[in-house]
């Protein structure tokens, strides 16, 4: 087996797979060999993904966690990304949007990483990579629920590092700062309402301001280290977080 093609016969599950970073961890992930299922709500985007990495959509709606709790999940790889955004003061923040970020971001994983172990322990192996967040290590003002998630997905990584570990299953969370994904884009306008700012203004100074590096990171510079910590080089890494936030976290 080349390096290139070091997850050969193995099955990864990517969630949120049908655009930004989900979208480039599938193509990384199969890249190397990996059979990729793309999970995603947007069934067209699922197939769509699917399709150009040779692999299988799942339409999932990871807000409905009640649907997740008996499932059984067959996966040597399993990503968690799926996420929304919301942005507003404490004090406005809509209480069901709070809610709703848990589920999706907090509890799913959680779910997912339960569903995908059994297995894994059969085999002896398996690796679970969690998409955090800069925000996962560090604070912003006005995201409450997409900080609390993150830090909770955090830990919950750790956990399964600690537990997984004798079975042969790493954990770890890769920590982007600002993606151009779609996601991104998307809170642009909210960005510039909460802070009295016009939108052009948004990307310099809101987003970029704590970077060392004024550029937006790229979906497939986070795939590519996706992948890495899915291959034989990463055995000894779990319970750890890599940034991928131009220095934002330095300070």
């Avoid at 769509?48 to 040779?54: I, P, Q, T, Y």
């Avoid at 560090?138 to 609390?148: D, G, Q, R």
């Avoid at 970029?208 to 990463?234: D, F």
């Amino acid at each position: 087996m080349s390096d290139e093609t070091y997850l050969d016969g193995r099955r990864a599950v990517v969630t949120g797979g049908g655009s930004g970073i989900g979208a480039a961890a599938a193509a990384a992930l199969a890249a190397r060999g990996a059979h990729v299922v793309v999970a995603d709500r947007d069934a067209e985007a699922a197939k769509r993904v699917a399709d150009d990495v040779g692999g299988e959509a799942w339409v999932v709606d990871l807000a409905d966690t009640r649907e997740l709790d008996h499932l059984s999940l067959d996966a040597d790889v399993l990503v968690n990304n799926a996420g929304i955004q919301r942005v507003s003061p404490l004090e406005e923040f809509d209480p069901e949007a709070f809610r709703l970020i848990q589920r999706i971001m907090l509890e799913a994983p959680f779910l997912l990483v339960r569903a995908v172990l059994p297995g894994m322990y059969e085999r002896g192996w398996g690796r679970v990579v969690n998409l955090s967040s800069v925000h996962g290590l560090v604070a912003s003002p006005f995201k409450s629920a997409y900080v609390a998630a993150k830090h909770g997905l955090e830990g919950l990584s750790k956990v399964t590092a600690l537990e997984g570990g004798p079975h042969g299953v790493t954990s770890n969370c890769v920590n982007p700062g600002y993606v151009r994904t779609p996601l991104v884009e998307k809170q642009i306008a909210d960005q510039a309402r909460v802070h009295g700012i016009d939108e052009s203004e948004v990307l310099e100074k809101v987003l970029l301001t704590e970077s060392a590096i004024k550029s937006l990171t790229e979906p497939a510079e986070v795939g590519e280290l996706v992948a890495w910590l899915a291959g034989p080089s990463a055995r000894m890494v779990t319970g750890a977080s890599w940034t991928v936030d131009g220095g934002w976290s330095a300070r």
